[in-house]
């Protein structure tokens, strides 16, 4: 069986020593302790939390089979005679004492990748909103172009500090392209996980206020964001917005070409003319003469898809078979899914959940696709909190307020107690849209905005459920529509 790294390589990698002598083969690799198993001989890297210590979960994944064991040094020295025991008493079991296992981790997937990975294409692909859409549309144009083996991708939401790590340790190393999410909760995040991806090709698809709570400011933002941008090579391109203020301060000093995307990019450029925003279904354009049905609803998601274009493009990827692949794409669990329902009262409606994640941006942008929506009943919103704003909170959620009364849905709900602000607004500036406010999203709150709507809603009526994940408005979805009522 082969290794993903040897003992030498992963040694020199992570700058490590090892305890005892036993040897180093794994072909997986965990932080959590839960998905050891001995059918994977694997190697667990115990991670140091604020609350939380990984290396307490050393004795039960060793009595789980595992192979090789990263251990902070700090760690080993506060209980060296326990952790001499543990590997006196597993000697098949390869433990490395290293400076920083989170580090380690790191710089082990650098190594992987730098060993595996030297013929892919690798791309990036990061901004406040759109990333995981875009990752997905990026996705199904290279399957495409090189079919489903040829392609590596972030595994569900690995897109972190540990998450994107993993991700390349699942690559085997015959794909012919990669494509890797790149989110952030902290100052240098990015920059970490570029050095282990060291991209070809980056994306970024915006620079909003997402994360604004923590980092403090949109430059701020983008000065992170940036460092995706970090490695490409002369051969490579960095794709950034037409029209995002801060695309030229993101691609400066880029060794590679500098691509920019968006509706302002004349079609000669772009080879992609717009044809018509068909709303709930999507959008219809034509690249290089080929007409093509974006089944994503959204003018964001046309913008994403535009960025998708541009990277294919420099990539060298077929207009037919981006058209194949951007066809073919559908919107992930929790993230703009547009459904037809059937309502507990019988009422059929357009359902959209939208409730993975949210910040001022993805908000605004979803109020307005619904807003523009014609040929529908009436527009009812449940929106939830918008987390880690920080400082920015207060002025955030009293701009969805406007926007909501702008918009002038039929009935708004308000979830939470930072959504008391857009109430209190909307209460204000607009008597006619019937707004409630919940300072909590639990389960009794949910079930009476459930049947409220139940006891109005109408055929054709439009839903909209958006807010941060931690509201929990998919809890909604069974209370407004019973176990059967949901339909794609």
């Known amino acids: 069986m082969e290794t993903l790294l040897t003992k030498e390589e992963l040694l020199t990698a992570v700058k490590g020593t090892q305890i005892g002598s036993a040897p180093c083969?794994?072909?997986?690799?965990?932080?959590?302790?839960?998905?050891?198993?001995?059918?994977?001989?694997?190697?667990f890297v115990p991670l140091m939390g604020e609350f939380q210590n990984g290396h307490k979960y050393i004795p039960d994944v060793l009595k789980k089979g595992v192979a090789v064991v990263l251990m902070n040094e700090a760690e080993y020295q506060s209980n060296t005679g326990y952790y001499d025991g543990l590997a006196a008493a597993n000697a098949g079991v390869c433990f490395v004492r290293v400076e920083n296992t989170l580090h380690a981790l790191q710089n082990a997937a650098e190594a992987y990748?730098?060993?595996?990975?030297?013929?892919?294409?690798?791309?990036?692909?990061?901004?406040s909103s759109g990333k995981t859409t875009t990752k997905e549309m990026m996705v199904s144009v290279a399957r495409a172009h090189y079919g489903d083996a040829g392609v590596a991708y972030t595994y569900g939401n690995l897109n972190s500090e540990t998450g994107l790590p993993l991700s390349v340790f699942k690559i085997r190393g015959d794909e012919k392209i990669g494509i890797f999410e790149m989110g952030m909760n902290r100052v240098n995040e990015i920059g970490?996980?570029?050095?282990?991806?060291?991209?070809?090709?980056?994306?970024?698809?915006?620079?909003?206020?997402?994360?604004?709570?923590?980092?403090?400011?949109?430059?701020?933002?983008?000065?992170?964001?940036?460092?995706?941008l970090s490695?490409?090579?002369a051969d490579g391109a960095a794709i950034v917005g037409a029209a995002d203020p801060f695309a030229d301060y993101c691609t400066e000093g880029v060794c590679g070409k500098v691509v920019k995307f968006g509706t302002e990019i004349p079609a000669s450029e772009s080879g992609v003319k717009f044809i018509e925003d068909k709303g709930l279904f999507g959008t219809c354009f034509e690249l290089d003469g080929l007409t093509v049905n974006l089944p994503l609803s959204g003018k964001y998601n046309y913008l994403n898809a535009l960025s998708v274009i541009a990277c294919a493009k420099e990539i060298g990827i077929p207009s037919a078979d981006i058209k194949r692949g951007l066809e073919t794409v559908s919107a992930i669990s929790g993230r703009m899914e547009v459904c037809q329902s059937l309502l507990?009262?019988?009422?059929?409606?357009?359902?959209?959940k939208d409730c993975y994640n949210a910040n001022l941006d993805s908000m605004m942008k979803v109020i307005?696709?619904?807003g523009e929506l014609k040929d529908v009943g009436n527009k009812i919103f449940v929106l939830g909190d918008m987390k880690e704003l920080g400082a920015e909170s207060e002025k955030s959620h009293e701009a969805v307020g406007r926007r909501v009364s702008e918009t002038e849905p039929s009935q708004v709900y308000f979830v939470g107690p930072e959504m008391q602000t857009a109430y209190d607004v909307v209460k204000q500036e607009n008597a006619e849209v019937l707004?409630?406010?919940y300072s909590e999203s639990n389960d009794q709150n949910f079930a009476e905005i459930a049947d409220a709507i139940n006891e109005r809603a109408a055929d054709n009526d439009v839903i909209l459920l958006k807010g941060s994940h931690s509201m929990q408005l998919e809890k909604l979805v069974?209370?407004?529509c019973g176990a059967e009522g949901e339909a794609r």
């Open 25 to 43: 083969l794994f072909n997986d690799v965990q932080t959590d302790s839960r998905n050891v198993c001995a059918e994977k001989p694997c190697m």
């Open 113 to 127: 990748v730098t060993k595996k990975c030297a013929d892919m294409i690798r791309v990036s692909i990061t901004g």
């Open 192 to 228: 970490e996980i570029s050095k282990v991806l060291k991209s070809r090709f980056g994306i970024i698809t915006n620079i909003g206020t997402a994360h604004i709570g923590i980092l403090g400011s949109q430059q701020n933002i983008a000065t992170e964001k940036r460092k995706s």
């Open 231 to 233: 490695y490409i090579p």
């Open 344 to 352: 507990r009262n019988g009422q059929k409606v357009v359902l959209i």
């Open 368 to 370: 307005d696709f619904c």
């Open 435 to 437: 707004a409630t406010w």
């Open 478 to 480: 069974p209370l407004l």
